[in-house]
């Protein structure tokens, strides 16, 4: 299988494939409506971009942080799935939770919505270790 910086290319297509279908769960799904309440959306939003755009940047979004998870867990040769979801909801912690409070915290983002978000950072990130962890 071929490599992308020393990664299995199969397995960041897989991580990124699943950490975009876990948003569309969560945000489409589960929580679509609890987000639109705090968010305050309706048919009069203007968007930055188009739903396709949007859903493609979602994707490279996801597909970069899967990719930035498969390379911590090979610099730190981690080699059990314990270990990686240990370090997964770590980088979670440390890195995707704390950038995303920055919204709360200087914004006008609601807490409520940052605690799902921070949900699906922690479950996204420790799911994408774990897979990361049947690849070489």
Not at 16 to 35: N, P, R, T, Y
Not at 47 to 74: E, R, Y
Not at 101 to 119: C, R, T
């Amino acid at each position: 299988m071929p490599k992308v910086f020393g990664l299995n290319l199969l397995g960041w297509i897989i991580t990124s494939i699943a950490f975009f279908l876990l948003g569309f769960v969560f945000f489409g799904v589960i929580f679509l409506e609890k987000m639109t309440e705090l968010m305050d959306y309706d048919e009069n939003t203007v968007w930055n971009f188009s739903q396709g755009v949007q859903m493609a940047l979602g994707f490279v979004n996801v597909a970069v942080v899967s990719l930035g998870i498969g390379l911590v867990l090979k610099w730190l040769k981690v080699d059990n799935m314990m270990s990686a979801v240990k370090y997964g909801l770590i980088l979670a912690v440390v890195f995707g939770i704390t950038t995303e409070a920055y919204g709360w915290i200087y914004g006008a983002y609601p807490i409520k919505m940052a605690v799902i978000d921070g949900a699906y950072t922690l479950i996204g990130y420790s799911m994408v270790a774990a897979i990361w962890s049947f690849f070489d």
